[in-house]
């Protein structure tokens, strides 16, 4: 990847995020991570203060901040519906709404969305969950489409279980144990394994491929 090139990584603190992060600064890229006092992607008047006087320039962007609430049908409220909704869509629309402008005028414009297997697979508790990456999916394609003019690539990652803090804190141990025997590879996916893939895709390589969802599990899903 060029060295002179700038990426916005939403949830870069930890886990998928944090190993995206490094290895696009290892790269040489100029890496905005903001925390979440920096950019409160819940609230839309922080969005439009950060992307207004933060960033002035823009070659890439992550979507990769997000929460999985697991609750089954019943379960539900409408104020985690509204939160997860918010934080794992909207947030991307938005972004990629205010700073469309600046991928405009990138060379190699990229847009990378973090989605999951669970966009396409079922599982009990996540509906929720599921459904907002499920739109992320369907935003990909469509915007795909719509920003294909201006050469704006825009494509998904759907990571199967990693080895990160949100796999641990949704499954126990012996869950994890079973899971690996259900993965082809027999192990969980390291987070550098997806911050590599997602390095291809933001780089000016990556220059045919759009609207796609990559799916990173191992082999999970072909069971």
């Not at 990584?9 to 992060?21: A, H, P, Y």
């Not at 893939?197 to 969802?213: I, K, N, R, W």
């Amino acid at each position: 990847m060029k060295n002179n090139r700038v990426i916005l990584v939403t949830g870069g603190s930890r886990g998928i995020g944090k190993s995206i992060v490094e290895s696009l600064i290892k790269s040489g890229a100029t890496v905005l991570a903001p925390s979440s006092d920096e950019l409160d992607l819940a609230n839309l008047q922080s969005i439009h203060e950060y992307c207004s006087t933060k960033i002035t320039r823009l070659d890439g962007i992550v979507n990769n901040a997000g929460i999985n609430i697991i609750e089954k049908l019943d379960e539900i409220s409408e104020e985690n519906l509204a939160k997860v909704f918010t934080l794992n869509f909207y947030s991307n629309i938005r972004l990629i709404k205010l700073l469309v402008k600046h991928l405009r005028n990138s060379e190699a414009p990229r847009v990378v969305n973090i989605s999951s297997i669970w966009s396409f697979l079922a599982k009990e508790g996540r509906l929720v969950y599921a459904a907002s990456k499920a739109a992320i999916n369907s935003m990909t394609r469509s915007l795909a489409l719509e920003l294909a003019e201006h050469k704006i690539l825009i494509n998904s990652v759907a990571p199967g279980y990693v080895n990160t803090e949100m796999t641990f804190k949704n499954n126990s141990k012996k869950q994890l144990e079973d899971i690996k025997k259900l993965i082809p590879l027999e192990y969980l996916c390291s987070p550098e394994e997806i911050a590599n893939v997602v390095h291809f895709l933001l780089s000016p390589e990556c220059s045919y491929m759009t609207g796609q969802t990559i799916v990173i599990d191992g082999g999970y899903s072909l069971k």
